[in-house]
């Protein structure tokens, strides 16, 4: 991963074949950001993408194998059960140009991903809601 500090904020170049996730994760830990906010760019080989259901109170999940664009990436970091967690949507586009968006569960970068990160000062907590069955920000 590139990273550039700018001021408090930082720019990161995801490597092509690694994993977003993992990523974010790792170089929220290397800097020891507690929370923050995102947004970014890129393309990716294949993801898990899915929609929450509301019957279900869980998600439906669809993986894509094939290359797609990363026409938007936005997402925060927070912490779930004392450990950081991402929560990230995507917008993704084919070689059509149609584009397919929803909850991203994984995704591997290809040919690259560059995002915009905002730590913030403050540990942000999610917490169980029974109603909708998710983690949410108390």
């Not at 950081?84 to 994984?106: A, F, M, P, Q, W």
């Not at 995002?115 to 108390?138: A, C, G, S, V, W």
Request: net charge positive; charged share 25%; glycine share 4%.
């Amino acid at each position: 991963m590139i990273k550039i500090k700018i001021n408090k904020n930082y720019l990161l170049r995801i490597e092509p074949n690694k994993e977003l996730f993992s990523e974010i994760l790792n170089f929220a830990k290397e800097e020891k950001i507690k929370s923050g906010f995102f947004f970014g760019i890129g393309a990716c080989k294949n993801c898990l993408l899915g929609r929450y259901n509301e019957k279900t109170k869980d998600y439906d999940w669809q993986k894509i194998n094939k290359q797609m664009e990363i026409a938007s990436l936005i997402g925060n970091l927070t912490f779930k059960e004392n450990h950081h967690y991402l929560h990230i949507h995507t917008v993704l586009s084919d070689r059509n140009l149609k584009s397919i968006s929803g909850h991203l569960k994984e995704l591997i970068v290809f040919p690259t991903c560059e995002i915009l990160f905002f730590p913030f000062n403050k540990k942000i907590e999610r917490n169980y809601d029974k109603l909708t069955n998710l983690y949410l920000i108390t």
